[in-house]
């Protein structure tokens, strides 16, 4: 029996068109169970913080080697994680980390993902993991540490209704910098010194904050205030405007430096709290440009611009080859 060509395309379609019938029926069959699916929105008009928290880093710590009480390398892969999210949601209005965790502001006004609160802590925490884990080489090359197992990181969003609630956050959040930092310097000075652990934890236990600078000045001649500004207040990252060393206008992610609890840093940057504000300023980098999150961020500009030449260089080859 032979068929024709069209014959034989009718019976094609056909086969196709009860496949189809068959799988739609299947579908519809099986589809109820999406009504066990709960989808919870967060309130609108309200900022979104999503924080992130390293799990287990303690022993995540220990087995790669990081310098005690801190590791400005680790802190550094920290901001260009960071530095990810930013770049993937532009309705984040300020990030800002410290030791192994971070916080990322979504304006009250953001519709990402309809607000829906799973899909945006689940991509916030998984972005934040996989790009901590491709920037990885690229800090800890120099010190040829292989990572031995990989970071994980837990999320939760948390809504704060006024301006005020968020200040009072990003402020709890600094202030807990200080306090952690202030005495881990003090305890791994005194380990460092001959104490074993659980006497170090000893010697300061009921101490305050002077009774531990007096301690780090009197016995180490360490002034707390002097230590490195990025283990005593944290990153802040924003979007900014910037002139580069070379004189070059551009828009970057920024690590910035600073003490937020003050009134003043808030007049420095109106734009956080309010996205209208004028921002035609442009941000001086200052020695901020050496920062490895800027850095990554020039390379990958300058790369862009050499590729995007080296397509226009060879359209005009082609082009001329065809004349």
């Not at 990885?136 to 609630?165: C, H, Q």
Request: aromatic fraction near 12%; glycine fraction near 4%.
């Amino acid at each position: 029996m032979q068929f024709s060509f069209p014959s034989i395309l009718k019976h094609i379609l056909k086969q196709t068109a009860r496949s189809l019938h068959s799988s739609t029926m299947a579908l519809s069959r099986f589809e109820y169970v999406k009504q066990f699916e709960q989808e919870e929105k967060l309130l609108p008009n309200s900022w979104i913080v999503v924080r992130i928290d390293g799990k287990g880093f303690h022993r995540f710590c220990n087995v790669h080697s990081f310098s005690k009480p801190n590791d400005l390398d680790a802190l550094q892969l920290m901001n260009l994680a960071g530095m990810t999210v930013l770049q993937e949601f532009n309705e984040i209005a300020i990030g800002y980390g410290q030791s192994d965790e971070y916080s990322f502001v979504f304006r009250r006004e953001a519709s990402v993902y309809q607000r829906r609160r799973d899909k945006l802590v689940s991509y916030v925490a998984s972005l934040f993991t996989s790009a901590y884990m491709f920037h990885w080489k690229r800090i800890f090359d120099g010190r040829s540490i292989a990572m031995r197992y990989p970071p994980s990181f837990d999320a939760r969003a948390v809504l704060y209704p006024t301006d005020e609630n968020l200040r009072d956050y990003l402020s709890w959040r600094q202030a807990d910098v200080h306090v952690n930092n202030l005495y881990n310097t003090t305890f791994w000075n005194l380990v460092a010194s001959g104490l074993s652990n659980s006497d170090a934890e000893k010697r300061l236990q009921g101490t305050l904050a002077s009774d531990k600078n007096e301690i780090l000045f009197s016995q180490f001649g360490i002034n707390y205030n002097n230590e490195p500004i990025i283990y005593r207040k944290g990153t802040i990252l924003l979007p900014k405007s910037v002139v580069s060393s070379e004189g070059k206008k551009q828009r970057l992610i920024v690590p910035i430096f600073e003490d937020l609890i003050s009134d003043a840093f808030w007049a420095k940057h109106p734009e956080i709290l309010d996205k209208k504000a004028k921002t035609d300023e442009l941000y001086d980098l200052g020695e901020n440009e050496a920062q490895p999150v800027v850095q990554y961020q020039l390379e990958m500009q300058e790369r862009r611009k050499a590729g995007m030449n080296k397509s226009e260089s060879g359209n005009r080859l082609l082009a001329t080859d065809h004349s």
